[in-house]
């Protein structure tokens, strides 16, 4: 059995310790087998108890060798275990930067396979599994007098691939970086003068932080699918030249390249005995980020193109790259605007994960799905028996019927109107549906204008202008004065990135001015008493213009009689309309065609 969460403790004896002590000091880890690298010990310098012990060295419990004491205050906490570190270059991110910092070598221990790789420094453990040289490790410090004991990590995290399970082991690998000082300099430059728009405008200072505390960008990957990065390695034929890298568009280009080069002044020309290309793909945001380059070309003078709409939480993985590669290749900015929307998250504005149980698939909202569906869906997902069950049981909590087919339309629609939140998007299926009665609501409405040109023999128009005349009714010239006042300020949103606000001026015009007015008043002219109504000029839709021509004579008692609920109505949308005349806006926008008497 292999344990996870612990650490151990175990100590190290000072070389030459100072005459008031410490004699020996002690490591805490929960990775003992990784001690094998061990190529110091790290404290830090405003720690009292260790004073005096800078530059000296400690003997190796396990090796037969001394590595030194060192100071790194970014890597030690004095309030945090013994307060010494040991470190480990080959084997923890944490480590190798103190490495770096100070100097120090990087011993590896294991080997692709997880396996200790043969080292003289440590023959006893070659070829043993990392569980295995645990325990061996432990058994030895054991022997050697040097193992303290053991006790339960307050917060261990323990890194785990999501496919096979197994426990993901840090290792230095050979990678191809980008040196990313000046590309960024250009890409912040674009955005800080202008040439690159930012919206929300607030981004902007996210972008400018990013950008300026910027690393360099490692863009290689061990994996079988992704562009292949156009790098060769040059084996000389003499045997006694070192291999060189040669970045080309071919195998050919790459040898032509290497023999260009060996006949440089002070070298002799080698004959190549082999050309092999790395095996390493790109980094998917580097293919990505050379998308404007290879979708609009590089041959311009200005932005490529002019708006990328995306989420926020990729300005800097995608946007920023593109700005980095293009400002280089080409020149240029790869698109002039940025609209950035927020995340999508859960009603609760947590996360969607799988682990969770809270995603909602667009697809099964457009589509509808039932709640086996949904179930089947985290079934065939990488989730463990605990995870699943409780992701089941959050879904059922939250999805008790699945989800209703709502259509592509209506997600639209949501998804539009939740841009006026500008963090995040706390996603409900509650809105979609709102949405989708609005949508059925307008197709409803084209329905009835459909309907009724069909009825009177009317012609579908080409432009709803063409339907303007002098005959146009009060309530007519009414609903074209919305309609002026809608479009002005649906093309002022939509101008300033607002989608929200454009989309609903569209909406609430629909739904109040269109249907629950308008058309409210032509069922009256068109179903209502004839005594009650006259010939009315009814434009019904942008495309559809209806002339209903109602005989006012007498017909009957029972026609003679008037609804007092619809001349009810009736006064109530003239009292309305007559508001909308009489005000200044209405004067100002009033349609073409109308004569100033009317007005």
Not at 250 to 260: D, I, N, T, V
Not at 419 to 427: G, L
Request: glycine share 6%.
């Amino acid at each position: 059995m292999v344990e996870f969460g612990v650490l151990h403790t175990f100590e190290f004896t000072i070389v030459d310790p100072p005459a008031d002590g410490p004699f020996a000091l002690r490591v805490e880890t929960t990775r003992p087998e990784t001690m094998l690298g061990d190529v110091a010990l790290a404290i830090n310098s405003n720690d009292s108890r260790y004073k005096g012990l800078e530059g000296r060295k400690v003997l190796h419990p396990l090796i037969d060798k001394d590595i030194p004491i060192v100071c790194d205050d970014i890597l030690v906490d004095p309030e945090f275990g013994s307060g010494v570190v040991k470190i480990t270059p080959a084997h923890d991110e944490n480590d190798y930067a103190c490495a770096q910092r100070l100097g120090l070598p990087v011993v590896p221990v294991f080997s692709p396979d997880g396996t200790v790789i043969s080292q003289p420094l440590f023959p006893g453990f070659s070829g043993l599994s990392r569980w295995d040289a645990r325990r061996k490790v432990i058994r030895d410090l054991k022997e050697s007098k040097a193992y303290v004991g053991k006790r339960d990590a307050e917060a261990s995290v323990i890194n785990r691939c999501s496919r096979s399970g197994d426990i993901i082991e840090p290792m230095l690998k050979p990678q191809w970086y980008v040196r990313c000082g000046d590309l960024a300099k250009r890409a912040d430059e674009m955005v800080q003068t202008g040439h690159i728009s930012m919206v929300p405008k607030r981004q902007r200072a996210i972008w400018h932080s990013w950008l300026t505390g910027i690393q360099d960008w490692c863009v290689s990957r061990q994996l079988w699918w992704g562009h292949r990065i156009p790098v060769y390695r040059i084996s000389w034929a003499d045997g006694n030249r070192r291999d060189i890298w040669v970045a080309a568009e071919s195998e050919q280009h790459a040898r032509e390249k290497a023999l260009l080069g060996s006949k440089s002044p002070g070298s002799v020309a080698g004959e190549i005995s082999a050309v092999v290309q790395d095996e390493d793909v790109l980094d998917t945001w580097f293919s990505s980020g050379l998308l404007p380059l290879t979708v609009f070309g590089q041959h311009k003078s200005q932005a490529l193109s002019s708006v990328l709409e995306t989420g926020q939480d990729i300005l800097f993985f995608w946007v920023a790259r593109m700005a980095m590669l293009c400002t280089y290749f080409a020149g240029v900015p790869p698109f002039s605007t940025v609209l950035l929307h927020p995340m999508v998250r859960d009603l609760q504005g947590r996360k969607m994960s799988k682990s969770l149980g809270n995603i909602i698939d667009p697809m099964d909202v457009i589509q509808g799905a039932g709640l086996s569906k949904l179930q089947e869906t985290l079934e065939r997902g990488y989730l463990s028996k605990q995870e699943l069950s409780k992701s089941t049981k959050e879904l059922k909590r939250l999805y008790p019927t699945g989800f209703q087919q709502f259509g592509a339309d209506a997600l639209r629609l949501t998804l539009i109107l939740y841009t006026q939140q500008t963090q995040q998007i706390n996603m409900s299926l509650d809105n979609v549906k709102a949405s989708y009665h609005f949508c059925n609501k307008l197709w409803n409405t084209f329905r009835f204008a459909h309907m009724h040109a069909q009825k009177h023999g009317v012609k579908i128009r080409d432009s709803w202008s063409d339907g303007i005349s002098e005959r146009l009714s009060v309530f007519d010239r009414a609903l074209l004065s919305k309609l002026s006042s809608m479009l002005g300020s649906y093309h002022q949103a939509m101008e300033t990135y607002r989608l929200a606000v454009a989309a609903e001026a569209a909406r609430d015009f629909v739904q109040r001015d269109l249907c629950d007015a308008y058309i409210e008043i032509c069922k009256l002219a068109l179903f209502g008493s004839k005594s009650a109504t006259r010939q009315v000029s009814v434009v019904v839709s942008p495309q559809v213009q209806v002339v209903s021509k109602l005989d006012s004579r007498e017909t009957g008692s029972s026609d003679s009689r008037v609804d007092e609920v619809a001349v009810g109505k009736l006064k109530a949308e003239l009292e309305s309309v007559y508001r909308v005349v009489n005000s200044d806006g209405y004067q100002k926008k009033a349609p073409p065609g109308v004569k100033q008497a009317d007005r």
